[in-house]
T-cell receptor, first 114, second 111 residues
Framework: NAGVTQTPKFQVLKTGQSMTLQCAQD?????MYWYRQDPGMGLRLIYY???????DKGEVPNGYNVSRLNKREFSLRLESAAPSQTSVYFC?????????????FGSGTRLTVV | KNEVEQSPQNLTAQEGEFITINCSYS?????LHWLQQHPGGGIVSLFM???GKKKHGRLIATINIQEKHSSLHITASHPRDSAVYIC?????????????FGKGTHLIIQP
């Protein structure tokens, strides 16, 4: 089925470890996003990529890096994980960033940092 | 920055009841999304609307651009409708603040 695929679905890290969350979409969307979801808060934008070859910071970028590998793939890297990064992470994509087109979300990655 | 407020935060109802979830925002928008998130699950887009009303099955979404307000209605509610419903607004123009999300409404439909 067409959509946004995120891996892994679950991950436990020790403080200081690094990892990369993978995201791929097969809808030929131009824009891709990484969000985090924490209890009692709305989803918050970490980084986005308006088009292939560009990335920009969102609301909460500290402690993260991203790579737009090609049009399909947008990865999120935690270089040195901290307990404050325990969250559920969602990747999303849309045809264009600031036009009235729908967003498609991945199924989420539940990350625990101990 | 757009402020998005949803009400109620939590709602428990009996099967068959008519459900209304409200969303208000502070700054003009390009469009508004209603999203559904089941426990432990991903996020599914239910509606995207910029004016008027949309209907899909038992779900109806309305938006009043002048009043900066949207509602999501569920008719003949069913336990499978139990989920978190999230309102998200698309802010016009470029920049980082594309979508701004509400905190969600936790809906439980009891048999």
């Amino acid at each position: 089925n067409a959509g946004v695929t995120q891996t892994p679905k679950f991950q436990v890290l020790k403080t200081g470890q690094s990892m990369t969350l993978q995201c791929a979409q097969d809808m030929n969307h131009n824009s891709m996003y990484w969000y985090r979801q924490d209890p009692g808060m709305g989803l918050r934008l970490i980084y986005y990529s308006a088009s292939e070859g560009t990335t920009d910071k969102g609301e909460v970028p500290n402690g993260y890096n991203v790579s737009r590998l090609n049009k399909r793939e947008f990865s999120l890297r935690l270089e040195s994980a901290a307990p404050s990064q325990t969250s559920v992470y969602f990747c999303a994509s849309s045809l264009f960033r600031d036009r009235v087109y729908g967003y498609t979300f991945g199924s989420g990655t539940r990350l625990t940092v101990v | 920055k757009n402020e998005v407020e949803q009400s109620p935060q939590n709602l428990t109802a009996q099967e068959g009841e008519f459900i209304t979830i409200n969303c208000s925002y502070s700054v003009g928008i390009s469009a508004l999304h209603w999203l559904q998130q089941h426990p432990g699950g991903g996020i599914v887009s239910l509606f995207m609307l910029s004016s008027g009303k949309k209907k899909h099955g038992r779900l109806i979404a309305t938006i009043n651009i002048q009043e900066k307000h949207s509602s999501l209605h569920i008719t003949a509610s069913h336990p499978r409708d139990s989920a978190v419903y999230i309102c998200a607004v698309l802010n016009p123009g470029g920049g980082a603040d594309g979508l701004t999300f509400g905190k969600g409404t936790h809906l439980i439909i009891q048999p």
